[in-house]
């Protein structure tokens, strides 16, 4: 007997939907994918298409971060190699899970001067200049600002609810501050109220609790943006022995010319030492910074980022600069004492002896 031809199953031939591709997705939902995912991906990411590249650069893609909370803290690190390029060299420290390297940036125009403001850095010319450049994190790319109502060499530039403040050290005259307004773009001039006393003589300044604070020779002065005028907060004893200061959720940091790190106890005005055996370890160790040549400190989402060249016999013999950089979290202990535990610490760029460190600071995007 011939067997009866089985007949197909009828459930059998309906034809089974493809699988959903990520590429088919609507642009607003890759954007959000996408914007969860951390910024150190986001160069690999975009070799993937031309869209990718296209959502990658948008700047909805870092409001989107902004809105959900992924935003994260980006070290850009500017050196200067004169005169063999005449333009200073950007670098960003590249985040990994078990490591992290500077990865080189483009060479940009001869800038000095920084302030971290959301999505841009604002910059004032190295030589006399009242020309101001903005270059935006996002896209790497630069744009012109608004010129300042003078020319100005070595100036400090801070960022403070939405203005950008500007201050010329060593300049006598009643220029020597004026304020920027972002949203109007509009240069204003400061009156320098009670800061005659050291308006020629300062080396250390920095944003702290919303005001900006100036390190002089013997006293801590603090101007006040809402009220416009400058006040004695503070004297200090060790003015010749701090190199450079940042502020951490209130508290101040500083590291001394010999390598150790300090923090501002308000309450009996002086600089008191971090303690622990990871900053004893850091300081004596054969490339720690005891024996540094230059130091930077930043704040780093509420840790320390230090940066510091080591001066071994053995570079200064091959004429090389190696960078190194640690991070550093801080807790506060009942006794009153401030303990240092060291995150990482590692060498992450070598140069030539030639280069000449010029700023560093940390925008969150």
């Not at 690190?77 to 899970?97: A, R, S, V, Y």
């Not at 000095?112 to 841009?120: E, G, H, T």
């Not at 400190?297 to 940066?307: E, P, Q, R, T």
Request: proline share 5%; aromatic share 12%; hydrophobic share 35%.
């Amino acid at each position: 007997m011939i067997p009866k031809e089985a007949k197909p199953n009828q459930k059998e031939t309906k034809t089974k939907p493809l699988p959903l591709s990520f590429s088919s997705l609507p642009d607003d939902i890759i954007e959000t994918i996408l914007a969860r995912l951390s910024k150190w991906n986001y160069p690999n990411l975009s070799l993937v298409s031309k869209r990718f590249l296209f959502l990658l650069s948008s700047p909805e893609l870092y409001t989107t971060r902004s809105h959900i909370g992924t935003t994260e803290p980006c070290l850009y690190f500017c050196l200067e190699d004169l005169p063999n390029i005449p333009h200073p060299k950007w670098f960003t420290l590249w985040m990994k899970p078990a490591d992290e390297t500077l990865a080189d940036e483009d060479e940009i125009l001869e800038d000095y001067s920084l302030v971290p403001v959301p999505s841009c850095h604002h910059l004032q010319h190295g030589p006399p200049s009242s020309r101001v450049r903005i270059f935006d994190c996002r896209s790497h790319t630069w744009r012109d600002g608004p010129n300042m109502l003078v020319s100005r060499e070595e100036a400090y530039a801070f960022y403070i609810d939405g203005k950008i403040y500007v201050m010329e050290n060593g300049r006598k005259d009643s220029n020597w501050m004026e304020v920027l307004d972002i949203k109007t773009q509009n240069w204003s001039p400061l009156l320098s109220h009670g800061a005659t006393e050291f308006r020629d003589d300062w080396c250390l300044i920095n944003v702290f609790r919303g005001k900006i604070y100036v390190i002089a020779e013997e006293e801590n002065f603090a101007y006040d943006p809402k009220e416009g005028t400058w006040e004695v907060v503070g004297t200090h004893k060790c003015y010749g022995h701090i190199d450079v200061w940042c502020a951490i959720e209130d508290v101040m940091f500083c590291f001394t010319n010999s390598g150790y790190c300090r923090w501002y106890d308000t309450k009996s005005r002086e600089w008191r030492e971090v303690k622990g055996s990871d900053m004893e370890v850091l300081h004596k160790s054969e490339d720690g910074l005891a024996g540094r040549c230059l130091v930077q400190i930043v704040n780093h989402g509420g840790k320390l980022l230090v940066i510091w060249v080591p001066r071994t016999e053995e570079y200064k013999a091959k004429r090389k600069r190696r960078i190194w950089c640690a991070k550093i979290a801080f807790e506060k202990r009942l006794e009153g004492e401030i303990w240092g535990k060291l995150e990482w610490v590692n060498e992450v760029l070598t140069v030539t002896k030639s280069y000449k460190f010029l700023s560093c600071l940390v925008i969150t995007i």
